[in-house]
């Protein structure tokens, strides 16, 4: 959190910056809250972002209008320098046309030292000067304003750096591990070596950035590049008083080598001019310590999963949806950018069963599953290589097999024996991209995520990662997504400004700041989420798991932009286990979620782990079954039967009219947390169709707890006397008995319901037969067949034998009394009779095992 009344500075950090065509800021932030007369209309720059008594300082300016008429007399300029908080001198110097709309002074302006003689168009500076431009058009209106500083050699000693001393002989590439900057209280932050992020507003100034840094760009997004630098084309002596000049907090930090001294004196020194530029900072996984305490466990024996007891209702509403599977329902392709996605291979002896955690054919290989790796400088992907490129470790630091965790919760193949059953299996595709630990190429994941031409069609991202874009170390309040952007609106420049042009005092320092920066941020990744919100696909990301934080205070990308569906955590008593935030969407279950097993545990484990990291996939699956369910949802439509299906206490009524427990968590209830079930009616009522409200799913209904379902487990029926030709209702103590389908290879299967019923004797107390007709009310008249076979007790004592059997087609329901479907055969009052119920379709005379329901027998 920001202290108060401490001045903000922009140095050092960016998370994630805009890639991609669409720019600029959210409604709410600095920028937008600007006045239109504020508006950038031309983008100044001084030639050099730093000076020194002796050079000979130039200007261009880019005018940014459609169409620049030439017959106007070119722009002025104005030149003004401040030693110690007052205007000292100024100059106006002339501009003339390079063409399409660019315009350069015509002679430079010398920077002369404060005793030298100012002769001609120069001004006198000192060590600490601050110069200043303003462009005027023909009519003196202000368009654009710059600056550039002469370096201090002499601080006050409140802020010091200093670089850790790093072992002779150690040798290091430039991405082989981090640098990081710490705190007096061990508090840091971790970039990318010898490589910034760089928001091109001007090819000009890009060009003569890499000159003067001997810069290499070696990987770009639309507008912004990742550019590989020379650390010691910095002066690490510009730090210390470039930071107090900018108004940094005291205190003493301290840099992981002086390779990262010079990073952080480089970043610094370009600020002070107005470039936006940051360093490449490292993104973190959402995950908390794992166990393996519930090691084997079959996953509807886990808190969250638990059929009728569970407040989140997963069992219930995965096995409601799995009823609506059609030859026609579509596939969801969710896009997971992460890293450690465990692959066969990396199981010692190989594991080929593994492709099963992420819902694939187990007769696949890894390689058939759609994958890329996005790295720094390059990007492969397995359908033009046919490789498994997503697969192997993550990099040092982050828990190995992260992304294999991850993906598991929302696709692994039911009833494999693995221990761990996806939210939505049935319906969910993996597309797999795994993404470096920095900003940069988290920002181009997103990107590759977005349909092309070739390779997968996500409809959902699921980022099980972030990054905190402020950043308080003492040192600064680090604003890191907004950069340039956040330090010029409340720093001491826009005051020296104000000082230097007093026309600048009727604007406010956010108006000012846009004169300079064009009202862009470095912003690295809102782009490609707008994008993908443009091109119909849904943002899931998670909170961070730290409960004092708020991730709006922090801003926390990317769960705080516009229209991302950001996910909190809760605990098993359905309290909050994450961070807090006005941006939080929902919360989801970030405690004890069984995922697959890694190469790194035991055979036979299915590891309990805990975070965001694991609410976050669950979230996404959910919303991947509501759109199988209705394809037609917009991206806002699922985002608001997300909303809707939440319980909370300002909506606890159900669409069967119960009500769900809301959290007793203020912060919780605020958005409320993940009811599956409900959000699966409400997609089914979005594409007009029943709901089915009397259907709630559960897993094996009151056979919860049988290995298997057949005459053995019966549910005993009350017992009839055709006599007075009786009628006995069966209503389960839930309001549905379901047949659920369940999708597994090579061969599909159902399950399924056994009924035990006996008669008493007739009047005559005869055992002759007589006729029984046995009736299930079934709520939707779309989703294929009943089976109904009658089996018959055997009197020597053996089993059952089958004696009737009839398919009960439900295109036929409504022929047969308002959704009653019923068989009728001839039984006898000695005998026991055996009904078992298996949903399914039937294909030319083949029985093909599904799903439907029935709620009364």
């Known amino acids: 959190?920001?202290?108060?009344?401490?001045?903000?500075?922009?140095?050092?950090?960016?998370?994630?910056?805009?890639?991609?065509?669409?720019?600029?800021?959210?409604?709410?932030?600095?920028?937008?809250?600007?006045?239109?007369?504020?508006?950038?209309?031309?983008?100044?720059?001084?030639?050099?972002?730093?000076?020194?008594?002796?050079?000979?300082?130039?200007?261009?300016?880019?005018?940014?209008?459609?169409?620049?008429?030439?017959?106007?007399?070119?722009?002025?300029?104005?030149?003004?320098?401040?030693?110690?908080?007052?205007?000292?001198?100024?100059?106006?110097?002339?501009?003339?046309?390079?063409?399409?709309?660019?315009?350069?002074?015509?002679?430079?302006?010398?920077?002369?030292?404060?005793?030298?003689?100012?002769?001609?168009?120069?001004?006198?500076?000192?060590?600490?000067?601050?110069?200043?431009?303003?462009?005027?058009?023909?009519?003196?209106?202000?368009?654009?304003?710059?600056?550039?500083?002469?370096?201090?050699?002499?601080?006050?000693?409140?802020?010091?750096?200093?670089?850790?001393?790093?072992?002779?002989?150690?040798?290091?590439?430039?991405?082989?591990?981090?640098d990081e900057l710490t705190d007096e209280q061990g508090r840091s932050i971790r970039f990318v070596r010898n490589h910034v992020i760089v928001l091109e507003r001007d090819r000009g100034e890009l060009m003569r950035f890499l000159a003067r840094r001997h810069g290499e760009i070696v990987s770009s997004l639309g507008r912004h590049h990742l550019v590989k630098v020379d650390p010691s084309t910095a002066d690490p002596a510009h730090l210390e008083p470039l930071a107090e000049l900018l108004g940094g907090a005291p205190g003493r930090y301290r840099f992981s080598s002086t390779t990262a001294l010079g990073m952080g004196a480089l970043v610094v020194e370009e600020l002070a001019g107005g470039l936006a530029i940051s360093l490449d900072v490292l993104t973190h996984d959402l995950v908390q310590p794992q166990t393996a305490e519930e090691g084997g466990a079959d996953q509807f024996m886990s808190p969250w999963f638990v059929p009728i007891t569970s407040s989140v209702n997963f069992a219930e509403g995965m096995a409601l949806a799995s009823l609506f599977l059609v030859p026609s329902t579509p596939d969801i392709t969710i896009a997971f950018i992460d890293h450690g996605f465990a692959g066969p291979d990396d199981f010692s002896p190989s594991k080929p069963a593994a492709v099963r955690d992420y819902g694939a054919d187990p007769a696949a290989f890894m390689a058939d599953i759609p994958q890329c790796n996005v790295g720094l400088t390059s990007t492969s992907c397995s359908w033009t290589t046919l490789k498994a490129e997503a697969a192997g470790p993550a990099p040092g630091g982050s828990p190995t097999w992260h992304g294999a965790h991850v993906a598991s919760v929302a696709l692994s193949t039911w009833n494999d024996s693995q221990g761990v059953g996806g939210v939505a299996f049935p319906v969910a595709r993996p597309y797999l991209i795994r993404a470096g630990d920095d900003s940069f190429t988290m920002a181009g994941a997103i990107a590759r995520a977005l349909p092309d031409i070739s390779g997968p069609s996500a409809r959902i991202i699921s980022l099980s990662r972030g990054q905190n874009c402020t950043q308080d170390l003492g040192l600064f309040s680090m604003d890191i997504c907004d950069a340039v952007q956040e330090g010029l609106a409340t720093g001491v420049a826009c005051f020296l400004l104000q000082i230097l042009f007093p026309p600048l005092s009727a604007l406010g320092c956010p108006e000012i700041a846009v004169l300079i920066t064009l009202g862009e941020a470095l912003n690295t990744v809102s782009g490609p989420v707008k994008d993908a919100e443009a091109r119909g696909l849904l943002v899931v990301a998670g909170a961070s798991n730290d409960m004092s934080e708020d991730v709006n205070e922090e801003r926390m990308i990317p769960c705080t932009l516009r229209n991302v569906i950001c996910v909190g955590g809760i605990n098993v008593a359905l309290q909050r286990a994450s961070a807090k935030g006005s941006s939080i969407s929902i919360y989801a279950p970030s405690r004890f979620v069984n995922t697959m097993q890694a190469p790194d545990q035991p055979a036979g484990t299915a590891p309990s782990s805990s975070g965001t990291s694991y609410g976050t996939p669950m979230v996404s699956a959910a919303l991947a079954l509501a759109l199988s369910i209705n394809p037609l949802l917009t991206t806002d439509g699922a985002r608001i039967l997300l909303r809707d299906s939440a319980c909370r206490s300002a909506n606890p009524k159900r669409q069967d009219g119960s009500s769900c427990s809301p959290s007793t968590d203020t912060e919780v209830d605020k958005v409320g947390y993940i009811d599956l079930l409900e959000l699966i009616r409400l997609a089914r009522r979005s594409a007009g169709k029943n709901p089915l409200l009397a259907c709630t799913g559960g897993w094996d209904g009151e056979e919860f707890g049988d290995k298997t379902d057949d005459f053995k487990s019966a549910i005993s029926l009350p017992p009839l006397n055709p006599a007075i030709r009786g009628m006995s209702d069966y209503q389960s103590i839930k309001p549905d008995l379901s047949i659920h389908k369940i999708r597994t290879t090579p061969t599909p299967t159902s399950d399924e319901d056994w009924y035990k019923v006996t008669f008493g004797p007739t009047a005559s107390g005869s055992l002759e037969g007589f006729v029984a007709k046995y009736s299930f009310r079934v709520d939707d008249s779309s989703l294929g067949i009943l089976f109904l076979e009658l089996w018959q007790s055997d009197p020597c004592g053996g089993p059952p034998v089958r004696v009737a059997d009839a398919d009960v087609m439900q295109t036929e329901n409504s022929l047969s009394g308002g959704g009653e479907a019923s068989v009728t055969a001839r039984v006898r009052s000695d005998l026991s009779y055996f009904m078992r119920v298996i949903g399914g379709i039937q294909v030319s005379g083949l029985r093909i095992y599904g799903g439907n329901c029935y709620n009364k027998v």
């Open 1 to 178: 959190m920001r202290a108060s009344g401490s001045s903000r500075i922009w140095i050092f950090i960016s998370c994630c910056g805009l890639l991609g065509s669409v720019q600029g800021q959210q409604t709410g932030s600095p920028v937008a809250s600007q006045s239109a007369a504020a508006k950038p209309r031309a983008y100044l720059r001084f030639d050099a972002p730093l000076y020194k008594a002796g050079d000979c300082a130039k200007l261009s300016l880019t005018m940014l209008d459609v169409s620049v008429d030439v017959r106007n007399p070119p722009p002025n300029v104005e030149v003004a320098v401040a030693d110690r908080g007052r205007a000292t001198g100024r100059i106006s110097l002339p501009m003339q046309s390079a063409g399409g709309g660019r315009y350069e002074t015509a002679e430079c302006l010398r920077l002369v030292a404060g005793k030298g003689s100012a002769k001609g168009r120069s001004l006198r500076v000192a060590p600490g000067s601050v110069l200043g431009a303003l462009a005027r058009d023909a009519k003196g209106d202000i368009r654009a304003a710059a600056l550039a500083v002469v370096p201090a050699t002499r601080v006050t000693g409140k802020i010091r750096f200093s670089a850790a001393r790093v072992a002779s002989g150690a040798s290091q590439t430039d991405t082989d591990r981090a």
